[in-house]
């Protein structure tokens, strides 16, 4: 067998790939070579045999588990803003809990326990579905034990992955498993309202940051765009920590922190500059630019809110919405598309108006805003029918794209 | 088969996420051919920014379905070594340039 490492590009011969250590071993054939175990630790391979049932039942469980947690927080939502009549007490009450853990926790731990292809790592995305329908049943108690345990699985999942290489991306990401911990771990012990906040939210930033930060690698980022985006997303993890003793001080940093890496991603991240892109391209290049729009708009409305007003809550509800319901949802608009073949082997097809859906978003949020600002009840009520349209009109898009890949049969 | 036809054969892989070529971002680390074994052989190793993206799965796949295309007589093996880190200086020099290196 000839075994030739792979000059990267003939203009410009890598020094790195020509220094680098041979694989481990020659690729045995992959019918000795399991899909899952210690061997795939520092290399994974590609299997052929399919994913063994039992684990491709536990992980469509907790799809449909974060897809409940989404109906019941999603029911919550309207409830409180006004658009349906408060007839489920649960969901109403504990409407950012599902959201945050019981949706996005489920849906990032599944993500990363499918990719790091550990069968304990199924604990993570588990426990955290399991947690939201714990709340719904009114067991708080194990609602807040069950998704320590999936923030403790999910920060193992990382730590498993940068103990083969360490990476800063990973870091960060690890660093938003802990922040969801430690949310959790403020609800459980009713620390200040702030603590429990910030940590939920931190873990989202973190996780999504950290993503695009991988991504930004590709591109030239200058000392002085490292160092912004390593201070920033440290002051927001600081935030979370800070918490816990003074939440005023932590929510003023928690601000400013989300306002520095709002406009480093507009600024550093190739997402914007790929706006006019053709296809699910384009499609991702606008969503994340809105995406960062609004967690610049939280910011200022959070550091708004929190200098001009100091008997306010913690954390402003409009900033609060313009960064979970804004950037969070535009961040799942664009990255669904990409992500699905990945997470459920269905590729979509290109469906234009999946676009709408990042527009009908920012259209009723802003509606939301001005109407919460104005103490307009029927505006909020109306907003909130605009945020669950853009919900369906989304699935809705991703089940045609989903169709039309299926009737070409590719 | 070749170790530059393979590489040809994978141009057409794009990296979903950056919506660019896995050969002009230096992803591939190490092609391995082997002509002589019955059926004959490739080995292909890339080379993966996260360990935490199951995007890897896919260009995996996505990989062997080029291979598989042009040689479907040969058995394809495809891995992913995470413990190599990217560099900028893997990319092709076009790439490079329209990323500001």
């Known amino acids: 067998m000839s075994a030739t490492p792979s000059s990267p590009a003939p203009a410009a011969p890598s020094p790195q790939a020509a220094a680098a250590p041979s694989p481990q071993a020659p690729a045995a054939p992959s019918s000795q070579v399991p899909a899952f175990g210690p061997a795939s630790a520092a290399v994974r391979r590609r299997s052929k045999a399919p994913t063994p049932r039992v684990l491709r039942l536990l992980w469509a469980l907790c799809f449909a588990g974060a897809v409940f947690n989404l109906l019941m927080g999603v029911c919550g939502g309207l409830m409180r803003i006004g658009t349906l009549p408060p007839h489920l007490a649960a969901p109403n009450a504990w409407h950012g809990a599902l959201m945050v853990c019981g949706v996005f926790g489920t849906l990032i731990s599944l993500e990363r326990a499918v990719a790091v292809r550990r069968r304990w790592g199924v604990i993570a995305p588990l426990g955290a579905a399991a947690g939201g329908l714990a709340l719904l049943a009114g067991q708080v108690l194990l609602a807040w034990s069950l998704w320590a345990l999936a923030a403790a699985a999910l920060l193992a999942l990382y730590v498993q992955t940068l103990r083969v290489r360490w990476t800063l991306h990973g870091g960060v990401e690890a660093a938003g498993a802990m922040a969801w911990g430690l949310g959790t771990a403020a609800a459980a012990v009713n620390a200040p309202p702030a603590a429990s906040l910030l940590g939920w939210c931190a873990f989202l930033l973190l996780t999504i940051v950290g993503e695009r930060r991988e991504l930004s690698q590709f591109v030239r980022l200058g000392a002085g765009a490292r160092w912004a985006f390593n201070a920033s997303a440290g002051a927001a993890m600081a935030a979370v920590v800070i918490a816990w003793a003074a939440p005023r001080a932590a929510t003023l940093l928690w601000w400013a922190a989300c306002g520095a890496l709002a406009v480093w991603l507009l600024a550093r991240d190739f997402a914007p500059r790929q706006w006019g892109a053709p296809q699910w391209r384009g499609h991702v290049a606008q969503a994340l630019t809105v995406g960062y729009v609004w967690l610049l708009v939280a910011a200022a409305a959070g550091l708004a809110g929190a200098v001009m007003d100091p008997a306010a809550p913690a954390l402003d509800g409009s900033a609060l919405h313009a960064l979970l319901l804004g950037f969070v949802f535009a961040m799942v608009f664009g990255h669904a598309p990409i992500m699905l073949p990945a997470l459920a082997g269905l590729t979509p097809g290109y469906v234009p108006w999946a676009r709408a859906a990042v527009w009908v978003l920012a259209a009723s949020l802003v509606l939301r805003i001005c109407a919460t600002q104005a103490g307009w009840p029927a505006g909020r009520a109306l907003a909130g029918g605009g945020h669950a349209a853009a919900l369906l009109l989304f699935a809705a898009a991703l089940l045609t794209g989903i169709a039309r890949r299926e009737q070409r049969g590719s | ?101």
């Open chain 2, 1 to 101: 088969m070749t170790e530059t036809e393979v590489r040809d054969a994978l141009r057409g892989v794009i990296d979903p996420e950056i919506g660019e070529s896995i050969v002009d971002l230096g992803l591939i680390e190490r092609i391995e051919i082997d002509d002589a074994a019955t059926p004959p052989r490739v080995a292909l190793t890339l080379i993966m920014t996260s360990a935490t993206c199951p995007m890897t799965d896919v260009i995996m796949d996505d990989a062997a379905a080029a291979i598989e295309k042009r040689w479907p007589t040969h058995d394809v093996d495809i891995a992913a070594d995470l413990t190599i880190p990217w560099s900028p200086q893997r990319m092709t020099t076009d790439l490079r340039i329209r990323f500001g290196w």
